[in-house]
């Protein structure tokens, strides 16, 4: 059993095969997938995909990277938005100083709004963090004093720094395709020794499609490579990094279920 912690399967790259990838994740031992949001704009068809298929949950929420564009969004409207029975999370949201798509002004309120919506509704919070590790510890040290949340580190390509403030508040780690490229080396050393219990592996498709599929689209069924080269750079057994990574999502997500909970 593996799960992809973190996806966006509504985007327009899945629309003329849509079905294939579906089974393709069937095919490759892919039980559930968290469809992480990116604008509210596309929030109903990320939720009519969940309302579909069980196995697709939904997490609500907007990318640094559009800031600018929700200048009027604020908490309230995220843990209004979040009270549907696949919503399973808050985000992903955060800071990415790489781009600057956004103003760091507009992404810091945002992220905050973000923050304050996992504390109120409890669900873990999905952060995006890219050449921002110090804004984002210094953002999630002073909220966390203020009221304790939980939440994932997605992607992670950052510092041991952050890694290491992000455990000490409970987060957890996401590897993704990252992992395997060449000259990821430095991150395969963070996460040789990341606890096990705070372990989880994502695609982020159709983005970052893992060696040896890298220039090509991305999809769930090939958070199969992460496993795999995750489970070689702690030298345990790829079926050790399935359970351990599939128990853990369901640890952070409560919401979700393995069991048949919210089967519509």
Known sequence: MLVDSHCHID???????????????????????LNAGNGLEDFEKQLALSEKYPFIYTAVGVHPHNADEYLDVTS????????????VAIGECGLDYYYDYSTKENQIRLFREHIKAAQETGLPLVIHTRDADDDTIEILREMHKFKPFSGEIHCFSSSKKLADFALSIGFYISASGIITFNKSGELRDIFAKIPEDKLLIETDSPFLAPVPLRGHRNEPANVRFVAEKLAQIRNVSFDTIAEITSENFYKLFRKASDKGRYEY
């Open 76 to 87: 309230d409207i995220l843990v209004e938005k979040s009270r549907h029975k696949k919503v």
């Open 11 to 33: 985007f327009n790259d899945f629309e003329e095969d849509f079905e294939y990838v579906i089974q393709h994740m069937k095919d490759n031992g892919v039980t559930a997938a």
